[in-house]
T-cell receptor, first 118, second 108 residues
Framework: GAVVSQHPSWVICKSGTSVKIECRSL??????MFWYRQFPKQSLMLMAT?????????EQGVEKDKFLINHASLTLSTLTVTSAHPEDSSFYIC??????????????FGAGSRLTVL | GIQVEQSPPDLILQEGANSTLRCNFS?????LQWFHQNPWGQLINLFY???GTKQNGRLSATTVATERYSLLYISSSQTTDSGVYFC??????????FGTGTRLKVLA
C-alpha cells in the first residue's frame, strides 16, 4: 500500500531558528502533496498544496514567507518553518494523494512532526 | 467553502459497546474519507467512501451523498479504538477539508 514517510517526528528549537520537515512518498510518485497543521484538540487545517516542479499554493491566512514549501521531486516535499516563534509550535502533517481505481483521490498521511519552539 | 460537522464531539463507551459517528457536509462532494487518529497523532485511513456502504471487520461506513451525510459504525468496541475520528471531504476543488472530529474513549 501507499506509504508516506515524514521526519523528524519531534523537533525542539530555539526561537528565531529555522526548522525543515521532510515528507516522502516511499512507494509511489506524488505530483501533489498537502501540508496540514493541527493544534491540540482541534481538527486539521490545510496550510498549502505542494506541487512538484512549481510553486506551492497557500491557503488564505498562511504566510508563505514563514512556511516555505519545496517540492523538488515526485517523492519529496519539504516544509521549512523560518524564524520560528513559540506560536508556531504545532503538529505538522503531510499527505499525498494516490489515484486509485476510477481516478479516486485517496489521501495517505505521514506520521506527523511535532514542533516545539522555546 | 464546504462546512463539515461531526457528531457527537465526544463519546465514551464501555468495551464491547457499539457506536455510530456522523459526518454532515454542507455541499455535494466528490470524495469522502474516514480517518482514525491514534494517540500518537498518526492518521489511519479507514474508508474511502464517496457513496454507498463498505465494511472492514468491526467497522463499516455508509455515505448518502444526496442527503449530504456519512456514518461510521463501530461494533464491539475495543480500547484500541480510542482516539479521534475524522471525516474529510473533497468538494469542487481537489482539496480535502476535515470535519470537526469525534473524540472516542473506550473503557476497559
Amino acid at each position: 500500500g501507499a506509504v508516506v514517510s515524514q521526519h523528524p517526528s519531534w523537533v525542539i528549537c530555539k526561537s528565531g531558528t529555522s526548522v525543515k520537515i521532510e515528507c516522502r512518498s516511499l512507494d509511489f510518485q506524488a505530483t501533489t502533496m498537502f501540508w496540514y497543521r493541527q493544534f491540540p484538540k482541534q481538527s486539521l487545517m490545510l496550510m498549502a498544496t505542494s506541487n512538484e516542479g512549481s510553486k506551492a499554493t497557500y491557503e488564505q491566512g498562511v504566510e508563505k514567507d514563514k512556511f516555505l514549501i519545496n517540492h523538488a521531486s515526485l517523492t519529496l516535499s519539504t516544509l521549512t518553518v523560518t524564524s520560528a516563534h513559540p506560536e508556531d509550535s504545532s503538529f505538522y502533517i503531510c499527505s499525498a494523494s494516490l489515484d486509485g481505481q476510477s481516478g479516486a483521490n485517496v489521501l495517505t498521511f505521514g506520521a506527523g512532526s511535532r514542533l516545539t519552539v522555546l | 467553502g464546504i462546512q463539515v460537522e461531526q457528531s457527537p464531539p465526544d463519546l465514551i463507551l464501555q468495551e464491547g459497546a457499539n457506536s455510530t459517528l456522523r459526518c454532515n457536509f454542507s455541499d455535494s462532494v466528490n470524495n469522502l474519507q474516514w480517518f482514525h487518529q491514534n494517540p500518537w497523532g498518526q492518521l489511519i485511513n479507514l474508508f474511502y467512501i464517496p457513496s454507498g456502504t463498505k465494511q472492514n471487520g468491526r467497522l463499516s461506513a455508509t455515505t448518502v451523498a444526496t442527503e449530504r451525510y456519512s456514518l461510521l459504525y463501530i461494533s464491539s468496541s475495543q480500547t484500541t479504538d480510542s482516539g479521534v475520528y475524522f471525516c474529510a471531504v473533497v468538494g469542487g476543488t481537489y482539496k480535502y477539508i476535515f470535519g470537526t472530529g469525534t473524540r472516542l474513549k473506550v473503557l476497559a
